[in-house]
Structure formats: structure tokens, C-alpha cells
């Protein structure tokens, strides 16, 4: 069975360019949660989707971000336009039903802004 | 807000002890306490999940124990080898509040 997969793996671009991270979910997960890791910072968490709807969106640093998913499938996180503090790494999660907990993460999508 | 604090930035344990991990928390009561293992460049992997109402969860050579009272979990790893260095991370409930997690180094 297939694990969360995020595409790409590394993006470098310009401040103010813009940027799209997807995260295709394991097939089945309900749940699919988005993180980001600052360099030297803790994983925190952005928002978490149940199906196609925004459970939690609380994270969300500022409205440059913008999150979809699109059909309950595959999610993808908009940084528009970018800043050079939105550098990091954006982890993608998901987890079964209602089960909080056991999250499956993808590798990681790495966003470097210049 | 919720805090979680992990004891040590990185550890270094000798081969074949027991390496101890430790998580606190603040401000939060937390359902549930879950522990993932990070490599580097890779994402978490899942590794243990305790309940408020546990007190001490095993797998293989891992042991988790939760004191809601000490607002404390604790990470055993047994018989440490040099593949369990890694990054070892806590987490707390709902959002799944993450710590800054610590790396673990096993010496041969």
C-alpha cells in the first residue's frame, strides 16, 4: 500500500512568486493534516482536514496560505506570494476515521524562498 | 498556551543501555500522549500512543510511561543499538502539538 506522498520534495523560489505543495493521503484517510518545520523550530501544526472540509484551520500563519482539498483525495497548500519566512519544511499527515492519533506522514515538501 | 518541552537537545546513550527520553508539558491535559521517531531528511514514523489512563505501554524493546500528574512521559529504549539514533519526538492530543523532539545518538 502507497504512504502519503508530497510532491515536490524541494522547491527554491523568490519572495513574492508562488508556490503549490500537494500531499496525495494514504487511500481511505479521512483525516489529512498539514505541518510546517521551521529550521530549528518544533513541527507545528497548520490545519487538518475531515474529508473535503477544514476542521481546523487555526494554524494557518496568514491568509498568503490556502489549503484545498479536492474531493476528499489529494490536498494542496498555496503560498501566495511567498516570504522568505515561509522557508521550511511542509509536512502532510493523514490518519483513519475518527482515531486521533497514528498519523502517517509523507517525506516532506522542502520550501526554500530566496 | 501549550507547551511541551523535551528534556535535552541531544543524548548520547552507549551501546546496549537503556536510553530515556523525557517529555513535559504545561498548561494542557492532554486525552493522550503519542511518541514518533524522525530521521533525518524523512518524515515522523509513528512509534507509541498512551492514554490518560495509562500508565505504561511496551513494544518490543520500547517502553512509554504517562504521569498526568508530573505532567510527564518518559521514553525507554532497551538494549539501545546504533540504528535507534535518531530524532524521537512527543506529541500531545488534537492537533497533535509536537516538541522539539530530541536526537539520539547510540555509540557503538
Known amino acids: 500500500e502507497a504512504g502519503v506522498t508530497q510532491f515536490p520534495s524541494h522547491s527554491v523560489i523568490e519572495k513574492g512568486q508562488t508556490v503549490t505543495l500537494r500531499c496525495d493521503p494514504i487511500s481511505g484517510h479521512d483525516n489529512l493534516y498539514w505541518y510546517r518545520r521551521v529550521m530549528g523550530k518544533e513541527i507545528k501544526f497548520l490545519l487538518h482536514?475531515?474529508?473535503?472540509?477544514?476542521?481546523?484551520e487555526s494554524g494557518m500563519p496568514n491568509n498568503r496560505f490556502l489549503a484545498e482539498r479536492t474531493g476528499g483525495t489529494y490536498s494542496t497548500l498555496k503560498v501566495q506570494p511567498a516570504e522568505l519566512e515561509d522557508s521550511g519544511v511542509y509536512f502532510c499527515a493523514s490518519s483513519q476515521g475518527t482515531y486521533y492519533g497514528e498519523l502517517f506522514f509523507g517525506e516532506g515538501s522542502r520550501l526554500t524562498v530566496l | 498556551s501549550q507547551k511541551i518541552e523535551q528534556n535535552s537537545e541531544a543524548l548520547n546513550i552507549q551501546e546496549g543501555k537503556t536510553a530515556t527520553l523525557t517529555c513535559n508539558y504545561t498548561n494542557y491535559s492532554p486525552a493522550y500522549l503519542q511518541w514518533y521517531r524522525q530521521d533525518p531528511g524523512r518524515g515522523p514514523v509513528f512509534l507509541l500512543l498512551i492514554r490518560e489512563n495509562e500508565k505504561e505501554k511496551r513494544k518490543e524493546r520500547l517502553k512509554v510511561t504517562f504521569d498526568t500528574t508530573l505532567k510527564q512521559s518518559l521514553f525507554h529504549i532497551t538494549a539501545s543499538q546504533p540504528a535507534d539514533s535518531a530524532t524521537y519526538l512527543c506529541?500531545?492530543?488534537?492537533?497533535?502539538?509536537f516538541g522539539k523532539g530530541t536526537r539520539l545518538h547510540i555509540l557503538p
Open positions: 482536514f475531515v474529508k473535503e472540509s477544514k476542521q481546523d
Open positions: 506529541a500531545l492530543d488534537d492537533k497533535i502539538i
